[in-house]
T-cell receptor, first 117, second 115 residues
Framework: GAGVSQSPSNKVTEKGKDVELRCDPI?????LYWYRQSLGQGLEFLIY????????KSGLPSDRFSAERTGGSVSTLTIQRTQQEDSAVYLC???????????????FGPGTRLTVT | KNQVEQSPQSLIILEGKNCTLQ??????????LRWYKQDTGRGPVSLTI?????NTKSNGRYTATLDADTKQSSLHITASQLSDSASYIC??????????????FGRGTQLTVWP
């Protein structure tokens, strides 16, 4: 079946603009995760959803970052008033769940490369 | 402070040789440890997942070990192939009861396999 998809694949935006990144998880996966990977840095956890709720938002770097998930499926990560330090690859992953018999394997999308000029 | 440290930062080996990558962590309480392979420009792909009760897990030519007492893990790659060239990332999950805890990522080991 289809894997995790993300759009756009690349986004160039001017400093101060808002951007929305989209993630379509694998069908049936209840858990969805957002990560950020800056150049030369490791992956950074941002937020995860179990269904439509986000139990852990502690990874969001500032209040300019927000995410939502509707219908237990698609998620959007919104960055307001973008800054140059927001430039990174934003990765989304999904898994069957987060609780119970886990740990559940996470399947990653190809990422969105965000460049803030 | 919860951290994951990987070594070496980069490694070059000849095709057919074996290698071992290291991961040390201070994440506590610990839930599970994962090794991912990330090809350039692609998302990470899971290789192994181990809970605290597991000492070793294999996936083809990849074998991961875990010592939860010393908080160390290793990933051993046997008979390396050119396609093994990638970044290998160690990820440790914080324990939060029956639900997912926050994930902590190492910076990865960049492996290059030469013919």
């Amino acid at each position: 079946g289809a894997g995790v998809s993300q759009s756009p694949s690349n986004k160039v935006t001017e400093k101060g603009k808002d951007v929305e990144l989209r993630c379509d998880p694998i069908s049936g996966h209840t858990a969805l995760y957002w990560y950020r990977q800056s150049l030369g840095q490791g992956l950074e956890f941002l937020i995860y959803f179990q269904g439509n709720s986000a139990p852990d938002k502690s990874g969001l770097p500032s209040d300019r970052f927000s995410a939502e998930r509707t219908g237990g499926s698609v998620s959007t990560l919104t960055i307001q008033r973008t800054q140059q330090e927001d430039s990174a690859v934003y990765l989304c992953a999904s898994s069957l769940g987060t609780s119970g018999r886990g740990p559940y394997e996470q399947y990653f999308g190809p990422g969105t490369r965000l460049t803030v000029t | 402070k919860n951290q994951v440290e990987q070594s070496p930062q980069s490694l070059i080996i000849l095709e057919g040789k074996n290698c071992t990558l290291q991961c040390n962590y201070t994440v506590s309480p610990f839930s599970n440890l994962r090794w991912y392979k990330q090809d350039t420009g692609r998302g990470p792909v899971s290789l192994t997942i181990m809970t605290f009760s597991e000492n070793t897990k294999s996936n083809g030519r990849y074998t991961a070990t875990l010592d939860a007492d010393t908080k160390q893990s290793s990933l051993h790659i046997t008979a390396s192939q050119l396609s093994d060239s990638a970044s290998y990332i160690c990820v440790v999950s914080l324990f939060r009861g029956s639900t997912l805890g926050r994930l902590y990522f190492g910076r990865g080991t960049q492996l290059t396999v030469w013919p």
